[in-house]
């Protein structure tokens, strides 16, 4: 049992990071950015491609998580910026991206899954009947120190502030001064570091390959609606309460339908609050 | 015999604030109340609970006699009670006529009912049946909107700051439009303005709230005239 | 006015006429893979103009349209197995598709916009994961063959002959007070509940309305191509049929079919070997959507509004 | 000779589905490679149909690894636009019936092992390989006589076909050889974290662990069972070769393959037939990678085609050829070492035997050697020979 | 000093302000009034830099603006308190205010904080909920209050009394006579006649998007410049499209 929640927690900690991300990007810009998990592929193939080259792999790692913000803010500059006033247009641009950015990663690495390695691969700890393999405490680790950092930033700083503000209303935020393209570009850089520490928080457990983000994606989107969209507090409860949820279905039930847990608890939760656990919205109809 | 309209004991929370804190009142057809009160005192979440919009946390709305609370807002407007909104609310993609011919479909066979250009005539706004809402000004927006709300054959229409952002001489007609409506159609109408010079006039009675509750009842003379109200509401002007 | 609306219905519906002939015509004269590609854009156009009312008209962005589409044709898959004459067949999977359209449109329709999306695209992954995993009766990520109900001529005339019908009761409905009602959900939800509009079941009308459009193409799908699998019904499928409504202009008749015939004749033609013909398609896709955001027909309307009125004035 | 004047009317051509990309991608430009030297060898004397010399051309079509929708259309296109008398397919039988219905053609697969048989799908399909029932079993028999397993725990790809026909086989033969099976445990085709199945199956602390599925999906289930611990002996019927668990597994393959056994028939670089070792190291020599088990198969598309449309005089008619295909011995120059069938016939009930073995890994190589080699015959193992030192 | 001359916005084929000059000194309030629609919002965004100008020049304290975006102009002590209030429904009511001092010190934003709080007090009492859960005179007062927040050299509002109840009224009119006192300029574009009478010494008339009278107040009202424009009122928007 208490194996199974170690396990909800790790899954609940790998869709926070990329759920923090999409919900950041949502916020500000009103995009649902499935281009998020071409950013997170591209950041873990070039983690893959430096240590190849003979790099150290906090080095790699670095490079990756830098691969990942350049490709984020690339996407915002290049393309959603030119869509942010239309809401209905931006899933299809989002959709072009995840093509573009997915295969290019094809192209110049081939379908077949590449191995991360890592110096904590085979470290292993054990706390009573419970075992905790090094990639995984890694991944625990890297998550709550950027959500941590993530929530000083929004919440300490008048940068966090103005960039809430632009979520909420940009040409108000516009009219008071506050300089929305760069809100836009940061928030797509914030959310392109997470997407960086995502991809070598994870991909080491499993392996490097153009849909290695895919799945997940799925996942943090429904943590992004759990938790209410623009809400990062809400992703990361939204994330660890789907973790959990996932890992208990997939341990007592089954689970081949591991996803399908995520899917009864997201209808659970939609019936009562329509608009997530901790939604952003608090416009009245008045 | 009861009033059209009988309100007993409404009282709405969300989550720690009572916005509205047991208000009772009884309106006749025909009759124009103006309901006034300070700045989140509870009259927007009334009206919401009049028409559907909210659920009360306690009490009752009984038109005719039957309940009328707590069934959604298209239910509540089919019993006939319609409102307008605080800020605007429109289809801005519609023509006025548009939205009149949906408003009225939803309503078949309620008599009393007004044509899309008696409507517009009774408002003012003759020629603007064929634009776009959202091309209108705001002070034709805001009167298009109670046009849609007319088109669903009220027995109570609920009017949240009509005049806001008039001048007084526009203030002036929408005041005699809504005569007209609750003399003609005998309807109930309760209006809720910050502006004195529009609302008193046109109010048979006021009621003021304050903190959720009714500070006082009266005549608008009696009203303006009340101590409490002034020092609260009313001020020096 | 009744001679305005003939002429109204008849501007309508004599292109429909034309297109459903047309499609039967290619449907028979193609093979290989323009012949696939003829079947896809008709069974495709067929299930979005289903969705044509959900996101098209009433604005919601739904993502389940590839799941309701897999329904009808697994379902009338599973129902000839087990010795059920064809028509029994499709009605049934066209019936149970749009219960679980009810399902979907019971818990997701109050929910708004983006919530609605993501449920939904949620919703089809998850049909997906069962697609994948409950082998017995779906045989598997590799798919089942289909029980040929009926013979090849019928189903291609039933293919061309569904695509003009439901276009056509797309423009009728569309005129309808339902259509309007759609569209008031579409403008202002709140303010059209404050007016009458029972919003919530207006939603699921349409929900299940567009359930049944995307069974029944379904059927009719699986039916000519012989095997179903997953991979045809998945939430990236989903999007593309999402995609393909807003390329054609949300809300407009021939949005499906021009919306359809993009996407897929994109999807199937560009053909730069694996990955850089993906790549182009997104850039397609991209610069579509920067050039024309209100779809194609939004902007060809656009100018002929713009061409009518030089030469009303001129 | 083939290729001399009026060469053109005389080149047949024949059809290939493989999976060029997608998910099954390791397997296709394989296939390919293996069929191109195939075909070079067979066209460097050409073959006789009818008293006139033929050579063979093959069409090659990617089935994205998603059969049902690319594969069929592209066979569709084959057998009615091209008309192509026979088709070589890689994965995805039954998604090939209806359409096989409406235009019947011989179709010869190279790869799909999975249990249940395919050839129970549709009587035109053709299997150059024994089934994973043949060499299943090995696994077992192996491990208990040579390693003492008593109890084994399995982890199924849920939803992968081969995988689940596996899991059945190895729950069939651990009660044939006394096993306990006393976890199974399953994850979904696609997910990332497998760390409840492996719970499961470690938590039962059995004495070896199989992973049911493709070399694809078990090696990172293998990564992650051994990053949570695990020392065991782990088996599989993956064929996995070097190069794949060094792509696949990252600089540590070689700890991480250790105690790692293997039994998926037979593969090129293991086998004892000349013929097949020669293949393995021309296959190496030119591409520069190890051939795969499918390799060999692919190989031979061509020589079996070749000898079915001599037999049949007719390089056109698939219903002739589909006759033929019944009626061939083994064609000669072929590699792939399969076992004569009775009558001296290549197939019998469409199926042709292979010899099986079990793999081993040899850390100190790097990689896989042969075990133990096996005939299975009325679902019993036979003929079982062990190698004295693996590794050795 | 703000000074804006030839100011023209056109929306597409409707001009809405066409060639307006007019100017606001520190330490005063001056109005702009005019009937629905004749383009006094327009006017004000357009000074702002929210609506793309075909015409005009901006000078603020003998610096010319005109070329600068709105940043800069809220920078330079440019500051607008919009129609339609526009807050952040989900920021708190006090993050709502910081927003309005973006780009400021922490020191500088604590004390114009505690100016606001000391000011309105109930504000202070609700600071830490969503300000879209307000009623909308209060979310009126919190937008006024944001506009102040940067401590503009001139500050724009639009309509700043409306949904106000009379007492609230008086409140923000002490607030902006405050201000005004202080040296800021304030431009304000008013329905409430009475507003306008009390608070401004001056005031622009304009009517289909141009200026047709200025002088003190007092003067407008008795030569009856007002009611003209408001005579010249349409309820339709002039369009010059068609
Ligand atoms: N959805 C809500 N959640 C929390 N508080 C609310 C909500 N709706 C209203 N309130 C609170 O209830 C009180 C009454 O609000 P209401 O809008 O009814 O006031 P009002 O009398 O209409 O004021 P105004 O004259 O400013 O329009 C206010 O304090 C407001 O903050
Ligand atoms: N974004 C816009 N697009 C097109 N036309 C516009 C736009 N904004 C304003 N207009 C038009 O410009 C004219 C002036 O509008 P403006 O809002 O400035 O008037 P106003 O004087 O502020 O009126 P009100 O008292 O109603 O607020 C109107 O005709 C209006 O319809
Ligand atoms: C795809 C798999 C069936 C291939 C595998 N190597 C085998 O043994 O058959
Ligand atoms: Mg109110
Ligand atoms: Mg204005």
Redesign the interface.
Known sequence: MSQVLVNGLFLGCLFAVVAVGLTLVYGVMEVPNFAHAGVIVLAAYATWAAGDAGAPFALAALAGIACGAVVSVLTEVLAYRWVVDKPAASPAVALGLLLILQNTALRGYGGAGRSLDTPYDTVLFRIGPVTLPGVKVALVLLAVLSLAALHLLLSRT?LG??M??V???R?????????IRRQYTLAFLIAGLLGGVAAIAYAPTFQVSPYMADDVLLSAFVVVVLGGL?SVRGAVTGALVLGVAESLGSAYVSSAYQSAFGFLLLVLVLVRWPSGLR??????V? | MSALLQVEGLVKR?GG?TAVDGVSFGLEAGAVLGL??????G??TLLGMLAGTHEPTAGRVLLDGRPAHGRGAHRAVRTGIARTF??TRLFPGWTLREGLRLARGEHRGRRGRLGDEEAAALL??D??LD?PCG??????QR?AMIALALATGPRVLLLD?PA???????AGALAAAVRRVAAELRAAVIVVD?N?HFLMPLADTVTVLAAGAVLATGTPQQIRADEAVIA?????? | MPASSTARHAAALGPVAAVSVLAHVLLIGFQGEAGQLTLLAVSWTIALTGLNFVQGIAGYPSLAQASFFGGGAYLSAILLDHGLPAALAAALAVGGTMLAGLVVGLVFSRTRGQYFAIGTMFFTAVTTLVFTNAADWTGGPDGRPVGLGFPLDTTLLLLAGSLGLGLAAFHLLAGTRFGARLRAVREDEDLAQHLGVPTARVKLVAIVVSAGFGAWAGVLFAQYNGVVAPSQFTFVQSFLMFVAIGIGGAGRLFAPLVGSVLVLGLTQLVNFGPGVSQIVLGAVFIAVTLVAPHGVLGVLGALWDRIRTKAVTA | PGSGPGGDDTKVKVGAILSMSGVYSTLGPAEKNAMTMGVEELNRTGFTVAGRKHTLEIGYADDKSDPATTGVVALRDMTQSQKLPVIAYGLGSATYVPQLRRKPVPMINILDSSYPSVLAQDPHLYLTRGGSDTYVPGCLSYTKQKLGTKSIAVITAKGEPYGEGLTQLVQKSAQAEGVKVVATSDYPLGSTDYGNAINTAVAAKPDAVYLSSVTGVILPVLKQLRQSGWTGPVLHSSGVNPDQARAILGNQFNTLMKDNYDCAGTLPTTSAHPATAAFAKAYQERWHEYPQDLTMWAYDYPFIVAAAMTEAGSTTDPVKIDRALGAISIPKGTVSGWLPNPGDLLFTDHGARTTSEVTTWCPATQTIASAMTFDHRDGAIVDQVFAKDACG | MLTVEDLTVAFGPTTAVRGVTLHAAPGTVTGILG???AGKSTTLLGI?G?VPRSSGRIVLDGQDVTGHD??A???AGL??C???R??????TIE??L???A??QG?KV?RQRLRGIYDRFG?VHARRAE?????????Q??VAIA?ALM?DPRLVLLD?PS?????????EVGEALRDIARAGTAVLLVE?N??LVRQLCSTAWVIAHGEITAHGTVAELFAAGAVSDA?LGKA???PDSGS
């Open positions: 008048s502030r103005a809430r503000a979520a909420q209303d040409e108000a935020a516009a009219m008071l001064g506050v300089p623009g939604s952003t919205d608090a416009r009245r008045a | 969300f604030v006034i009160g300070p700045n989140g005192s009259k927007t605080q800020t003012g706004l020629g603007l634009r091309s209108l000004t705001s002070a034709a009167l700051e806001v952002g008039m001048d007084d001489e526009e910050h004195m609260s509401y009313l001020g020096e002007a | 009937a629905n629609g702002h929210r709105t940043r102009l809220v920078r500051a607008l919009p129609e339609n526009r807050l952040f429904p989900g920021l993050d709502n910081l927003v309005g973006h780009g922490r934003r109930w969503p300000a879209g859960r307000l009623s909308g005179g209060q009126q007062t944001r940067s309509e409306s949904g106000l109840s009379p007492v609230a009224v008086d329905q006649v009475r408001y309820t339709v928007p």
